[in-house]
Nanobody, 123 residues
């Protein structure tokens, strides 16, 4: 069983920055594309970013380009999400997930999920 654990969420003022981490269990972390999603109350889970196995390729939600950066350290089985210039609309529970196949941009493409870490941005 794969376990993903997110951390780094918290309260931040608009314009601030936050760095999320996701630690994965197992030795095969580097074999999988990893992604970040977020979900606000009353809304569906939405794509944030994804990164390839070696970190050489990545994708972002169009609205987040230039503000968010995804990275990974395979030696530490960890994927990161650096969030800058945060806005109140970024407030959500952020999840990391392991890609399994299909679309990188939809939750159905991922088969393992963390429990999430809450990010709250105040105006």
């Amino acid at each position: 069983q794969v376990q993903l654990v997110e951390s780094g969420g918290g309260l931040v003022q608009a314009g601030g920055s936050l760095r999320l981490s996701c630690v994965a269990s197992g030795r095969a972390f580097s074999s999988y594309t990893m992604g970040w999603f977020r979900q606000a109350p009353g809304k569906e889970r939405e794509f944030v970013a994804a990164i390839s196995q070696s970190g050489g390729k990545f994708n972002y939600a169009d609205s987040l380009k230039g503000r968010f950066t995804i990275s990974r350290d395979n030696a530490k089985n960890t994927v990161y999400l650096q969030m800058n210039s945060l806005k109140p609309e970024d407030t959500a529970n952020y999840y990391c997930a392991r890609f399994s196949g299909g679309s990188y941009y939809t939750p159905s493409g991922y088969n393992y999920w963390g429990q999430g870490t809450q990010v709250t941005v105040s105006a």
